[in-house]
């Protein structure tokens, strides 16, 4: 069953902007992941944040986390077109094994 | 560089024939995975391992089985392939961090094609 879900489902941006996902959960967590997937390849871990952290860093990548609305967000700034791939979040409703969303497709056009 | 191998990227097998999909990590990692991704279903977890010769299902074990028999290697085997398991089969694994779940470090998938 989907613990997390993706929104929005699809992506387009311009080279530059910036890039907002947004994932919704069920139950209470430890932590929540984000993961990248480039075509026909496997997943790549980005960010981990734990269910105490409001905010974290990576680079570009900025990760919030509200657990009162049971949300995350990804934000990915000045996109590159590198940065096309399907996004993920995952959720660990029970320890140490992974529920991912349906992901977010990116596009980012040069 | 850590690293999960899988033993092909592409594979095309007969309807009933048995199948063997190999995984392999050099991290020393307790957890290994297996899921199957789908258009529109996202992945989905087949069976896990949090130790030696130790399994659990995970949401779609019907048609799967697992076996591990040493802690690097995970085999997923399909004991009677079906056109429905044609999909991406992604292997992955994971230190364990206290009973919590950790960052999982993923292969780069077997496209398996049931004819």
């Known amino acids: 069953s989907q613990q997390g879900e993706e929104d929005p489902q699809a992506l387009s941006i311009q080279e530059g902007e910036n890039a907002t996902m947004n994932c919704s959960y069920k139950?209470?967590?430890?932590?929540l992941q984000w993961y990248r997937q480039n075509s026909g390849r496997g997943l790549v871990h980005l960010i981990l944040?734990?269910?105490?952290?409001r905010e974290k860093h990576s680079g570009r990548l900025r990760v919030t986390l509200d657990t009162s609305k049971k949300s995350s967000s990804l934000l990915i700034t000045a996109s590159r077109a590198a940065d096309t791939a399907s996004y993920f979040c995952a959720t660990d409703p029970r320890y140490y094994k992974l529920t991912f969303g349906k992901g977010t497709l990116l596009t980012v056009n040069p | 560089d850590v690293k999960v191998t899988q033993s092909s990227r592409y594979l095309v097998k007969r309807t009933g024939e048995k199948v063997f999909l190999e995984c392999v990590q050099d991290m020393d990692h307790e957890n290994m995975f297996w899921y199957r991704q789908d258009p529109g279903l996202g992945l989905r977890l087949i069976y896990f391992?949090?130790?030696?010769?130790?399994?659990e299902k995970g949401d779609i074990p019907e048609g799967y089985s697992v076996s591990r028999e040493k802690k690097e290697r995970f085999s997923l085997i399909l004991e009677s392939a079906s056109t429905n398991q044609t999909s991406m089969y992604l292997c992955a694994s994971s230190f364990s961090d206290r009973g919590h779940s950790s960052e999982q470090f993923f292969g780069p998938g077997t496209r398996l094609t049931v004819l």
């Open positions: 391992s949090y130790d030696v010769k130790m399994k």
């Open positions: 944040i734990r269910s105490n952290e």
């Open positions: 139950t209470s967590i430890n932590n």
